[in-house]
């Protein structure tokens, strides 16, 4: 378990979804902060910094690639590491964005733990540096 000082941001339209992956990061102690869209998570993202944002694509109201893109035109925000989550192929969307790690949904568990430790180690907020 982590100590709770690492803070994930969990953005997905999908209650049930939203739900799961902030309880699965919860228990492997990690600080969660949930939104159900883009807009959303540019709100939370105001009042809170996180370490990580894990984020659908596909949403209502502001979806992935604009929420991307607001981030990265964020001077305050464009270093915090993002993970994209689709149902679509996500291969083509990792042509698209090759810098961007992305998750096939239903994903495993496991390898999504390791993704989000693997950006959380490679970010220096993160790290405190």
């Keep these: 378990m982590v100590p709770a000082t690492e803070t994930v941001l969990v953005v997905d339209d999908e209650q049930g979804i939203l739900e799961a992956l902030a309880d699965l990061l919860r228990e492997e102690g990690y600080r969660v902060l949930t939104a159900s869209h883009g807009r959303e998570a540019l709100e939370r993202m105001a009042e809170v910094k996180p370490d990580l944002v894990l984020t659908d694509w596909m949403m209502p109201v502001l979806d992935g690639p604009a929420l991307i893109e607001r981030i990265l035109q964020d001077p305050s925000l464009r270093d915090i590491p993002v993970l994209g989550m689709s149902a679509v192929d996500v291969n083509g969307l990792k042509r698209l964005h090759p810098a961007m790690e992305f998750l096939q949904k239903?994903?495993?568990?496991?390898?999504?733990?390791?993704?989000?430790?693997?950006?959380?180690?490679?970010?220096?907020?993160?790290?405190?540096?």
């Design 106 to 129: 239903p994903f495993d568990i496991r390898a999504l733990m390791k993704l989000v430790r693997r950006s959380l180690d490679a970010n220096p907020r993160a790290r405190g540096g």
